[in-house]
């Protein structure tokens, strides 16, 4: 079992930058690989990055190419999820999630998840 608990959300203009954080307690952290989601109102949860264990392996999907870095501190137990350039159509729930599979994109491959963190982008 791992539990997972987000923070640093909030209300930021646009064009700011925000930093996640999802902080796990638990099993040993490093042997999961995690993953940072976003589910707009109405909209389908969908994938954002993935950082394998030893942080060797990143993964960032599409949506938010460009303006997004993953990363995390085995040490503290933490995965970051950092977003500039922040837009109106970033406003969501982020969410993080740990898998114990090697890199994946989808909802369905992460048995943990916290509850989420709300981010609103203002224009």
């Known amino acids: 079992q791992v539990q997972l608990v987000e923070s640093g959300g909030g209300l930021v203009q646009a064009g700011g930058s925000l930093r996640l954080s999802c902080a796990a307690s638990?099993?040993?952290?490093?042997?999961?690989?995690m993953g940072w989601f976003r589910q707009a109102p109405g909209k389908e949860r969908t994938f954002l990055a993935a950082?394998?264990?030893?942080?060797?392996?990143?993964y960032n999907g599409d949506s938010v190419k460009g303006r997004i870095t993953i990363s995390r501190d085995n040490g503290k137990n933490t995965v970051f999820l950092q977003i500039d350039s922040l837009k109106p159509e970033d406003t969501a729930v982020y969410y993080c999630?740990?898998?114990?599979?090697?890199?994946?994109?989808?909802?369905?491959?992460?048995?943990?998840w916290g509850q989420g963190t709300q981010v609103t982008v203002s224009s």
């Open positions: 999630a740990a898998t114990t599979r090697t890199i994946a994109t989808v909802v369905t491959a992460y048995g943990y």
């Open positions: 638990g099993r040993t952290f490093s042997g999961f690989t």
């Open positions: 950082i394998s264990g030893s942080g060797g392996r990143i």
